[in-house]
């Protein structure tokens, strides 16, 4: 590592050695751009380890909030991509991202560090092209949106079995069931000859190592040819066609959908199943329906894909691993921390993921970069974690404010953006708990009413307030820097004022954070506390939580 400025070089590092604290103290004190701190600037011999790791087929890293887990992520992807330049293109690596805001997010990462943009995919549009457009499902986005909004018991307990990994052996013993009994051979008839039903059930059994629909081809074809060799005649078109239609009876169902509703009755628990509406599935069935779609029907897996990347692993459960796993036959990096789960009802730990992958390595970061001391410790207040490390960079104590009217309280948001114009500082954020409230307060900014139009929010399908492109509109009217609404259809982090929600800006990391309305109403149950702990870890260096009326129990 070389520091030089005005043309002279005031000091250079070997990359082994460990950064002293005075070098990494004025290193993490800078202000934050719109882009990833490049932490590697400053890498610590552990980080290095985990970036220079080439023996572990799946590294599973468990990084607390502000360890800067994703960096080390990307520069071991850039690592790898310069150790095995022969055999290792950018095109051959993919990274499941959680939002078109976090993909943009890093994605100037790999090419400061001289690397081609990485493909990147959504875990919703994997979901989609695995369905092949014929299910309609509800999105992660909504269904945490009804958590925060309508808590509800069933719905929660419904997410919390589907999100284990107890569901997912049950779901491999139904697979198991199925592969014995949906299939009832019978005498096929063909012109006036008949076929034995046990010869089309031993080769049923024998072709037991191809998925359960893809052996009807099988069948089909070993039949055709025991007509010819036995009867001597060839089938036409029109008989073969008959001849499979026959066999494909003989499946007591191949509806996927029909399948998987009758999975919950196998269990004999039919309640642990709803649609989220009409024919539309839960977010918590998209990946159990996929794995049985993929375990009944095959699959053509990724096999192009050489490195997976999956970040916020948290928030992914074991049957979603399994798919990836399947899809996916190849190493992987995976990273996240289980105390930054969005929906802590379904979410995962390193541990749990271990079990899917038994060739995996886990290993832990626990130092914390992001925050100073003091926001670290009150975040600590919040939701306590003994790993957490925060390394001692000092600033402002982080400020609790009460306020006697909502428009009092939008005030001080107006008075902390013009603190924030006046600052070095470069991006701010204020993260509201739901989507509906980030566009009330968003539009309460910018003086155009109280409340959204319409009362719609980004949940309802509708543009949101204020939002002219994908990456967030700017108003007419306001100076730089500009405030900006991020909704679940934005495509870009942009500089300055940033309203949003903790479920968006989980990944990302502001100068300045400020959260409102954090009330006893409003941060009650244990997703608002997951949330609220997001929020406020997204602060490097100021801090700030207001409220109108009673102080939430999160901050006692």
């Known amino acids: 590592m070389r520091t030089v400025r005005a043309g002279e ?27 990833m701190k490049n932490i590697v600037a400053t890498i610590q011999r552990d980080q290095n380890a985990i970036i220079r790791n080439e023996t572990s087929p799946v590294l599973v890293i468990q990084g607390v909030a502000g360890s800067g887990k994703t960096s080390i992520a990307l520069h071991r992807i850039a ?43 959504g875990i919703e549009a994997l979901a989609a092209e ?19 909004q309508k808590p509800d018991e069933e719905f ?28 009832a051979a019978n005498d096929v008839q063909v012109r006036q000859s008949f076929v034995p039903v046990r010869f089309v059930r031993d080769k049923y059994l024998f072709y037991r190592h191809l998925p359960m629909f893809k052996r009807l081809t099988e069948v089909v074809r070993e039949v055709t040819e025991k007509v010819r060799r036995d009867f001597g005649y060839e089938l036409k078109a029109a008989e ?102 969005v929906n802590p009802y379904s979410s995962t730990t390193s541990e749990e993921i271990l079990r899917v992958f038994s060739d995996a390595d886990a290993v832990k970061l626990v130092k914390s970069y992001r925050s100073t001391w003091e926001i670290a410790r009150f975040a600590q207040r919040i939701s306590a974690d003994e790993d957490l490390v925060a390394v001692e960079r000092h600033g402002e104590e982080p400020q609790v404010r009460s306020f006697g009217s909502q428009d009092e309280e939008v005030d001080f948001v107006r008075r902390e953006i013009a603190a924030f114009r006046e600052s070095t500082h470069r991006t701010m954020g204020i993260i509201c708990k739901t989507q509906r409230q980030a566009e009330k307060l968003y539009v ?37 820097p ?46 608002d506390k997951s949330m609220l702990y997001i929020a406020c870890t997204r602060a490097m260096h100021r801090l700030v939580l207001s409220h109108t009326g009673q102080q939430s129990g999160f901050l006692q």
């Open 482 to 527: 500009e405030i900006h609404l991020l909704s679940p259809g934005s495509a870009a982090l942009s500089s300055g004022v940033n309203v949003t929600t903790a479920h968006l800006a989980k990944g990302l990391e502001f100068d300045r954070v400020v959260v409102p309305q954090v009330t006893a109403k409003n941060y009650a149950t244990e997703i």
């Open 79 to 121: 690592f790898l991509l310069y150790r095995y330049k022969e055999s290792l293109t950018a095109r051959d690596l993919l990274i499941i991202s959680p939002n078109k805001v976090f993909a943009d997010y890093i994605s100037n990462v790999l090419p400061e560090l001289g690397e081609e943009t990485i493909p990147e995919m």
């Open 130 to 148: 695995l369905l092949e457009g014929k299910f309609r499902f509800q999105s992660f986005f909504e269904q945490v949106n009804r958590l925060l």
């Open 240 to 341: 073969k066609n008959k001849l499979r239609s026959d066999i494909r009876r003989m499946y007591r169902s191949t509806s996927i959908r029909e399948l998987y509703r009758a999975f919950y009755d196998w269990l004999e628990r039919p309640d642990l199943f709803r649609y989220a509406a009409k024919t539309t599935f839960e977010y918590a069935d998209v990946f159990p329906l996929i794995y049985l779609k993929m375990r009944l029907e095959g699959y053509g897996g990724y096999r192009r894909v050489k490195h997976l990347l999956v970040d916020e692993m948290q928030d992914y459960t074991p049957v979603q691993y399994a798919v990836l796993a399947r899809l996916f036959p190849c190493n992987k990096t995976i990273l996240g921390d289980a105390r930054q789960s």
């Open 9 to 35: 070089m005031e000091m250079m590092l070997e990359s082994g050695m460990q950064i002293r604290d005075d070098i990494l103290q004025e290193e993490l004190s800078r202000a934050a751009d719109d882009k």
């Open 444 to 480: 309460g900014l910018i003086g155009n009413g109280d409340g959204a139009a319409n009362g719609e929010s980004a949940d309802s399908g509708k543009k949101p307030i204020g939002e002219n492109k994908a990456s967030g509109g700017t108003p007419a009217g306001i100076g730089k």
């Open 156 to 183: 929660i307990a419904r997410m919390r079995f589907k999100a284990s990994y107890d569901f997912l052996m049950r779901l491999n013993d139904y697979i198991g069931y199925l592969e014995r009994e949906n299939f």
